[in-house]
């Protein structure tokens, strides 16, 4: 809830600064005046122009088609909505809308558990909750805490987070990180070593080999996640390759935040490829969603050999 509180002081000093600009300028220059409370207002897109520079600049894989430029576009139009829907109303102001559907009535049937990632917390999920709500399913949404510390300590949570959901229903869960979220699970993975306590472990954008935007970030968990970071480095040297097979990778060609977009992928595992989506827009597209939560009915995908391909074969539908 801290980050809750912070995020929403943070938005009331923006808006209260955006109205302060045009009410003192006003009077002596209107265009002046709007001009700066628009400049203002309008601030984080051009945060967001410039990490879709860097992707353009610095994301370019041999192994994933590169983003056309009206990919791109259309990709910073949907994480301008998303980025504005979950930092600016769910997560400041929403966090708490749904509470955990935790109860002795859903026994028997499969959990789902929902990891945020960096400088989130549980209300991003709120569009995945209300889904499970109406369908009846159990599920769990975790806050990490303390929002800017090592990644390894969050693994508590999760382990917490597994044992109630199996304990409640009788099933192993399907657990889903997104961004540093699928890091948290890995983290936990290696501590506890035992795979088969999930029926799947499904990551959405998480920087799996690090990201280049990690590099200008200054707190102890970005900076675990910066491209060859000694931390990651340790995690990949202590995760068999056997523990793959649970995994399914969802990766984007317009990711934003993780790029180069192969870093998304696990070697020899199930990588899905979502052309087109932002980093925190993936959260938010339905088919995605579908195609997450199909997987609580599916068998355990077999193949632990399966190498990365140089051109995505298994695209999400419905995108």
Request: with cysteine.
């Amino acid at each position: 809830m801290q980050l809750a509180r912070l995020q929403a002081l943070l938005i009331l000093l923006w808006l209260a600064s955006a109205l302060a600009i045009v009410g003192v300028y006003f009077y002596v220059s209107p265009v002046l005046a709007w001009t700066g409370g628009s400049a203002l207002v309008l601030g984080p897109a051009m945060v967001l122009g410039l990490e879709f520079l860097a992707l353009h600049r610095f994301g370019r894989t041999p192994r994933v088609p590169t983003a056309s430029a009206a990919q791109l576009w259309c990709a910073w139009a949907g994480e301008l909505w998303a980025a504005w829907l979950t930092f600016c109303w769910h997560q400041p102001f929403c966090s708490r809308r749904y509470a955990d559907q935790l109860g002795p009535e859903h026994g028997g049937q499969r959990g789902v558990v929902l990891v945020h990632g960096y400088m989130c917390n549980r209300g991003i999920w709120n569009g995945w909750m209300k889904v499970l709500a109406q369908q009846g399913r159990p599920f769990m949404a975790l806050n990490l805490a303390p929002v800017f510390g090592e990644i390894d300590p969050h693994a508590a949570a999760i382990e917490e987070a597994i044992t109630r959901m199996t304990r409640a229903t009788g099933l192993a869960p399907l657990v889903v990180g997104h961004s540093m979220g699928g890091l948290v699970l890995r983290a936990w993975l290696r501590q506890a070593r035992a795979p088969e306590r999930v029926h799947r472990l499904v990551s959405l954008g998480t920087p799996h080999r690090g990201t280049w935007l990690a590099q200008w970030g200054h707190t102890r968990n970005a900076q675990q996640m910066c491209i060859g970071s000694p931390w990651l480095e340790a995690l990949d040297k202590d995760s068999p390759r056997a523990w793959h097979r649970y995994w399914v990778c969802f990766y984007s060609n317009a990711d934003n935040i993780v790029f180069p977009a192969c870093h998304a992928m696990l070697e020899g595992t199930d990588n899905r490829f979502v052309p087109g989506l932002a980093h925190v827009q993936m959260v938010h597209a339905p088919a995605v969603m579908a195609a997450v939560l199909a997987l609580l009915e599916a068998p355990l995908w077999q193949s632990c050999a399966h190498p990365l391909k140089s051109t995505p074969t298994d695209s999400v539908s419905g995108l």
